[in-house]
């Protein structure tokens, strides 16, 4: 288990420009809703090989957001996207690796 893994959102903010995770450690990352939603790992999104790329960004739209979010179990967030997918798992040590600090 990587360094990473060890930290837990403490707070979840979904905003118009972008979404925010504040993390038990006193880290506060910002995330594109765009770019999270096309760094997606979900099989759809990647296939059922992981080193494919599936999805096609041309299929995202720009203006792509999260409408809404929930824990899954005791290591990811799942997000509800405005274009209607829903499949993946953000774990929080991708979330951490993906994440521009604020």
């Known amino acids: ?3 990473n893994s060890l930290f837990r959102p403490v707070k979840v903010q979904l905003l118009p420009e972008s979404i925010i995770i504040q993390w038990d450690d006193g880290l506060i ?16 999104c990647v296939g059922e090989w992981p080193s494919r790329r599936e999805i096609d960004e041309s299929t995202v739209p720009e203006d792509v957001y999260a409408l809404e ?4 179990g005791q290591y990811a967030l799942q997000f509800l996207w405005s274009d209607v997918h829903y499949t993946g798992i953000y774990t929080y040590e991708l ?7 604020t």
């Open 1 to 3: 288990m990587s360094q």
């Open 95 to 101: 979330l951490r690796k993906l994440s521009t600090r």
């Open 29 to 44: 990352s910002s995330y594109d809703h765009r770019y999270l939603r096309l760094n997606c790992r979900c099989a759809v």
């Open 69 to 72: 979010y929930t824990t899954v």
